[in-house]
């Protein structure tokens, strides 16, 4: 059990019968009555998002998520199979578990898998991935009076902005939080 005072960012709590991660949170001491908690909750398995209040100290129990790190393998009538590292056991996931990291997801490729009571809830990519890019316009000189930038497509489809040297069968490093170039690799 995790008190409402005891709320982080991040936290994965079970609540109404699903399980919700604590996206931001205010402790509120009202000059008249008792204190209480507004925390803005994410649920894990459908994306929802509400508001809510807590009276401060409420007692919740904290959701148990596990990690699994899993190497994606290939992609089969929709379903994009992942094999656990250790057991080598395989499982499918949906595009729409896979969510945003669909866009910079290359064949065996190690990416961290959440799980909560068995069942694959979402999944978390490394913070750094290096992609090929497969169409990028040439840059012009003199077009910008500072550094301007194009739209370059990656090789798993993506499109990111990269600056005007940077050029088509190039590698390069993208930031998969921020979705934006970091350098050339």
């Known amino acids: 059990m995790i008190s409402t005072n005891d709320f982080r960012t991040g936290q994965t709590i079970e609540w109404e019968n699903s399980v919700w991660v604590v996206v931001d949170f205010q402790h509120v001491k009202p000059g008249k009555g008792a204190a209480f908690v507004r925390a803005k909750l994410r649920n894990v398995i459908n994306g929802n998002s ?3 209040t807590f009276r401060a100290g409420e007692k919740l129990p904290k959701a ?24 080598y056991e395989q499982i499918g996931l949906r595009a ?18 959440q799980f909560y009571q068995g069942m694959p809830i979402g999944v978390e990519l490394p913070n750094f991935v290096e992609l090929l890019i497969v169409k990028a316009d040439p840059g012009l000189r003199g077009d910008t009076a500072s550094g301007g930038t194009k739209p370059a497509t990656l090789e798993t489809g993506a499109v ?11 590698k390069i490093r993208v930031d998969t939080r921020t979705h934006q170039y970091l350098e050339r690799v």
Request: a negative charge.
């Open 160 to 170: 990111v902005q990269v600056p005007l040297f940077v050029q088509e069968g190039e």
């Open 50 to 52: 509400v508001e809510t």
């Open 96 to 113: 729409e578990q896979l969510g945003d990291a669909l866009r910079y997801l290359k064949e065996n490729m190690i990416i961290g898998v």
């Open 64 to 87: 148990q998520i596990d990690y699994r790190e899993m190497q994606f393998m290939y992609e089969q009538d929709g379903e994009y199979m992942l094999m656990d590292q250790q057991s």
